[in-house]
T-cell receptor, first 112, second 112 residues
């Protein structure tokens, strides 16, 4: 079955550590997105990529980095510069068709 | 800043009643609209999309679009406790590629 896979489901980060969240899709979608969601809040866009080897900052890109070397993959690195990274991270993808986003199951990141 | 606005709720309805969830948008050029359901701790899942003025029905769900008033709604008939979730409204503008603009979500509680 086609879908979008995020891993790990839970991730713990120590102070000053960089961590990478994985996002892989086999839907042949061109566009991919990373969102952050804090408890009781809406989705905030971190980075997005409309095509391989190209990506743009979203509303809250500071302290995060991404790469898009393959169409299927859009990993997100949470750097030590992100001072408050504890949140639920969602990856999504979309095609040129007007069907909205498909979301992954999310990664819950906690600072310990 | 193009926005999608939703009342955060919670909206509380008794089991079996009609739940009415509302959304307004500021970008008059937006052409397609999406409703996502998000259970606590889970990722959003698409439940309906609508492009044309009027009503679109799918089972117990009806999406309504009024482009003149820049208003989108989702009606849930015969509400069940399992419908208790946060409902996210999203819009897509023609000049935004595949990007969606999300509202903050409305929390729905269906009481047995």
């Amino acid at each position: 079955d086609g879908g979008i896979t995020q891993s790990p489901k839970y991730l713990f980060r120590k102070e000053g550590q960089n961590v990478t969240l994985s996002c892989e899709q086999n839907l042949n979608h061109d566009a991919m997105y990373w969102y952050r969601q804090d408890p009781g809040q809406g989705l905030r866009l971190i980075y997005y990529s409309q095509i391989v080897n190209d990506f743009q900052k979203g509303d809250i890109a500071e302290g995060y980095s991404v790469s898009r070397e393959k169409k299927e993959s859009f990993p997100l690195t949470v750097t030590s510069a992100q001072k408050n990274p504890t949140a639920f991270y969602l990856c999504a993808s979309s095609s040129g068709q007007a069907y909205g986003y498909t979301f992954g199951s999310g990664t819950r990141l906690t600072v310990v | 800043q193009k926005e999608v606005e939703q009342n955060s709720g919670p909206l509380s309805v008794p089991e079996g009643a009609i739940a009415s969830l509302n959304c307004t948008y500021s970008d008059r050029g937006s052409q397609s609209f999406f409703w996502y359901r998000q259970y606590s701790g889970k990722s959003p899942e698409l439940i309906m999309f609508i492009y044309s003025n009027g009503d679109k029905e799918d089972g117990r769900f009806t999406a309504q679009l009024n482009k003149a008033s820049q208003y989108v709604s989702l009606l849930i008939r015969d509400s069940q406790p399992s419908d208790s979730a946060t409902y996210l409204c999203a819009s897509k503008a023609p000049n935004a590629g595949n990007m969606l603009t999300f509202g903050g979500g409305t929390r729905l509680m269906v009481k047995p």
